[in-house]
């Protein structure tokens, strides 16, 4: 093993990311190192690039990449090395581990964390050939899962899956479901919300994006949230639940001006849009917003399973870390199928 490896790091604010060599990392006493075998790339990426100085807390420089997979090569003193060679995915929403979210399972809303959000965040993440995971907790075995399937579970997936739980039991034949937005998140909302008999419409510019929607289940596809209106002019044929993957400014607005009484918007995306939240607003009475963030360790063992079981299936573009790059130019372009996912080591793997 030498002792550098190439790491796509984030340097300074408004900049793109760039290629460096940088040291390999060692574990902390609890940590491990693990050999990444993939890692997704996301939109949230490109908003953090974008970011002026002082809007995200985080210190500079730090690695890129908080959707991971990848093999236990090491382990610190304090760990167990029974992880060594397991094949795991990262929880990357790294909360404090005491408080009473973090005690709950629910490290998503950790009411301690530092500035730092996890890896990729704050942190060093996964765009490497290597990386650092503080703690054993963070890892969830994946083992018998192709890495460029098991990557995009751990935000792509459980962030959709998040959002969209609380809603899946109680959808049935008569429900209608807008998603707006069907890149890597939206194309697991699509399959999750697949497997219940609601109704799915699937709003995205993108013609590539609405044909992969219509074959995960989508019943109707449409490129603008004017469309969609269109189909919702009734008090029935509103949403009962729409899901926001973009949260612009002009998706918010619309998503809750489609909702049928008592329905709710979950805000997703990271656009950074902004709702005047009220009442006497003109809305549909009885609704409700939220904004959920990433998702629980529970949930991202649900989504494991999941995908073990073949209910559900990343569509990928995959690209050599030397690549990386590229990629983020090509998801800024609007070009990416589903989710992109660069794999360190030469392998070749995608649908
Ligand atoms: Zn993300
Ligand atoms: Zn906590």
């Not at 002792?3 to 300074?12: H, I, K, P, Q, S």
């Not at 995959?318 to 996912?341: C, H, K, N, Q």
Request: negative net charge; proline residues 7%; charged residues 20%.
């Amino acid at each position: 093993m030498t002792d550098t490896m190439l790491a796509v790091r984030f340097e300074a604010w408004g900049e793109r990311a760039r290629l460096r060599e940088v040291p390999i990392p060692e574990p902390g006493p609890d940590g491990v190192l693990l050999e990444v075998t993939a890692a997704g790339i996301c939109h949230s990426d490109l908003h953090v690039e974008e970011s002026p100085p002082g809007r995200l807390p985080f210190s500079l420089p730090f690695t890129l990449g908080h959707e991971v997979a990848g093999t236990v090569v090491a382990v610190g003193e304090n760990a167990d090395p029974g992880w060594i060679g397991r094949a795991v995915v990262v929880h990357g929403v790294w909360g404090c581990g005491s408080c009473r979210r973090c005690r709950a399972g629910r490290e998503n809303y950790c009411l301690e964390r530092p500035p730092a959000i996890g890896n990729g965040l704050g942190y060093d993440g996964g765009l490497a050939e290597f990386m650092v995971v503080p703690s054993t907790r963070y890892l969830v075995p994946a083992d018998g899962l192709d890495p460029v399937q098991a990557a995009p579970l751990t935000d792509a997936a459980l962030t959709a899956y998040h959002a969209l739980k609380p809603f899946l039991p109680e959808l049935d034949a008569e429900s209608r479901v807008l998603v707006i937005g069907s890149g890597g998140l939206g194309h697991f909302a699509v399959q999750l919300l697949a497997q219940t008999a609601a109704r799915i419409v699937v709003v995205d510019p993108k013609q590539a994006a609405r044909e992969l929607a219509s074959e995960l289940g989508a019943h109707e596809t449409l490129p603008d949230l004017d469309a969609a209106a269109r189909t919702a002019t009734t008090p029935t044929s509103r949403f009962d639940a729409v899901f926001d993957f973009v949260a612009a400014e002009s998706t918010m607005a619309a998503a809750v001006s489609l909702l049928a009484a008592g329905g709710s918007v979950r805000v997703v995306g990271g656009a950074g849009g902004v709702l005047p939240v009220g009442k006497d607003l003109g809305f549909a009475q009885g609704w409700s917003v939220s904004a959920p963030f990433w998702g629980p360790k529970p949930d991202l063992a649900d989504v494991v399973a999941l995908a073990r079981d073949g209910r559900l299936h990343a569509h990928t573009e995959t690209f050599p870390l030397a690549d990386a790059i590229e990629a983020y130019d090509r998801l800024r372009s609007g070009e990416i199928r589903g989710r992109a996912v660069v794999i360190p080591a030469t392998m070749t793997s995608g649908t």
